[in-house]
């Protein structure tokens, strides 16, 4: 940058005080009025010097630069005098700068084709400032993906480390399955002889020998049979192995959108550094390919006369959010697979109609987007065991024992709840502890007419509420755990 503060840094036109008057931008810059006008796009001006963009004043323009315009007259006074220089500053020799040829020779007609084609040349050097502007703000863009790209390789690598240990998990499984198949077939093939003995049994003595080792057999067989529903399936193994497929399908969800946008984002800057007659070219050809292509996640053309952001929106739109996979508020519907020993996990879907305080901390907990999940937690409480309004309680994933489970949001009795006394209603508990907000009761038994109905329902069980109610006979209570939780995804 030169120290010509008398020009305009766009036109390179020395100010005046009728129709290049200098305005002076708020990053200290000045541009004369006819350039301010053409910079501005959109209410809002970009500096050409500095980059830095600057709304237009509710007034519509830039307050005027008097000092500019003072020093300009002085100038012009003293015949462009140079400056004084700045103590102890060597001065250097005064530029003398070329006066505008006089034009007074001129046809009016080539001074109206001087001025036209001044007025092209300075059309040309706005859309290059803005063609500056707008890759410099792609290429931040840019760089917020890589950054992006760089975190999602390192989960990469993380759901690669847990995968290994899932199948290894996985293989584990196998090995204690395969080892139970065994002795189960040794014990049919023990069953089978004592069959053929209570068939080929000829003397009394012999029969009642035969039918006290049948019952031998036949009670360790049931002996067996409960202790392999306690056994298999291993809960963590399922868990952890749900858990891995359910991160790498969203982690491959996420590979493809930044693929997406990768490829969609090189065809953007190839478009934009051309000129304007190859631009269309381009475009049109892309078109063509995309159309032949049949490839639906990108748009068959351009829209008219857009900017870099126009295009990345349109190549991004409609984004694959998060709220695709798991919605991001109620209503919607959670579900909970309850396991106790001797049985094996069954679900229990529960409806979330409103978006209340509660429901919404109550999905977050369902799908662990904060980190906090109820997977793996237990019921630790039957209230009312066997009367009307009979409860279970649950949702510490604390401690497990009712004295933690700490709310997730704030406010959370600030929502629009309903009353209800009947079976399968999900209430938070009513007590203002912060430390035990995020815990649930559910209505396993509906209450009498006159009884104290709950007033902080804020889902109902739409499926499994026999699942619940077996739940509550179950003792110790303590053994009935929450084995996985989630979203019921919409189809």
Known sequence: MDDNVEECPVCLTTFDDTLRRPHNLPCGHTVCSPCIDGLKQQGAVTCPTCRASHAVPEAGQFPIA???EGLVRRLRGAGLASLPAEPGKQTAPPVTRPAPKATTGLSKRAQ???QEQEANVLAAIRSCQEEQSQLAEYLTTLGGWSSRQQRLQDELQTLV?????????????ESRV????????QKEQQLHAALQSLRTAATRQEAYEVIEDTDLLVEEDSQRTGECLGVFPDVHAVTFVTRVGVASHLLCLQV???ATVAEASRAALQAATAAAAATQAALEAAGTATAASGDSSLPAAWPEASSIADRLQALLAPPLTMGEVVPAVPPCEVFLDLAWPGSVARRVVVSLPKDTPRGRQFML???GQRGACYANTRLFEVMGEGQPGECVRGGDYQTGDGKGGAALLPHLDQGDYWLSGKAGAVSGWWLDEPACGAQFLIITRDMQRGDRVWVVVFGQVVRGLEVVQEAARHRPITEVTVVQCGVVLSR
Do not use: F, N, P
């Open 256 to 258: 493809t959108l930044l």
């Open 66 to 68: 008097y000092a500019v």
């Open 161 to 173: 480390d847990q995968s290994k240990s899932a199948r290894e998990a996985v293989h584990r499984e």
């Open 112 to 114: 109206s084709l001087l």
């Open 178 to 185: 395969e080892g139970r198949q065994e002795e189960v077939r």
């Open 365 to 367: 907990l369902c799908s």
